[in-house]
């Protein structure tokens, strides 16, 4: 019985920690939450600064219904100093996490500065809210292959890339 209710208890601890507070949960809105850059931490490798949008921005829904989870358009080829605007639709909470490992190490500092609003390292926001939007900057990002992936819906095969050239 002792063991049932610790397993429990861990379970529910990684539930609430993987769906965030109910005060970050309310304060998501549908402003574009690019411009701000409160909470963000400092670059884990190297030393950056945000770097602004200087090309085009591109749009990805974050889609979760009955034909499964997934981004759209999951594959996406932009030019350095693009952005990328990510939409959250339905099927939530959304996020976006790019693993460091699997990113081109040049390009690791600058994607972190240019994330706002980290819950940890590469990882967005958990976004609840229909229309949210999360915008991230490419701008001064190294050239190379960026997957990212929905944590809450990695078992779903919800995952994108984003090839910088």
């Known amino acids: 019985m002792r063991v049932s209710r610790m397993a429990a208890l861990i379970g529910l601890a990684a539930i609430v920690s993987a769906c965030g507070s109910a005060d970050q949960q309310e304060s998501g809105t549908t402003q574009d939450t690019a411009a701000v850059a409160v909470n963000t931490p400092a670059p884990a490798v190297g030393t950056a600064t945000a770097a602004p949008i200087t090309g085009t921005t591109h ?10 989870y997934r981004y759209e358009p999951a594959n996406l080829t932009i030019k350095a100093g693009d952005g990328v605007r990510f939409i959250n639709v339905n099927g939530f909470p959304h996020d976006i ?5 699997a ?6 500092a600058q994607l972190t500065a240019n994330m ?7 990882t967005s926001q ?3 809210t229909p229309d949210e939007t999360y ?8 050239p190379g292959n960026y997957p990212f992936i929905c ?3 990695i078992a779903m095969g919800m995952r994108g890339s984003i090839t910088v050239e």
């Open 116 to 122: 706002p609003n980290q819950r940890a390292e590469l």
């Open 59 to 68: 749009d990805v829904r974050m889609v979760g219904d009955a034909s499964g």
């Open 126 to 128: 958990l976004f609840v």
């Open 103 to 108: 990113i081109p190490a040049a390009g690791r």
């Open 151 to 153: 944590t809450p819906h």
């Open 97 to 101: 996490t790019f693993d460091p490992n």
């Open 135 to 142: 915008t991230i900057s490419f701008a001064n990002v190294a």
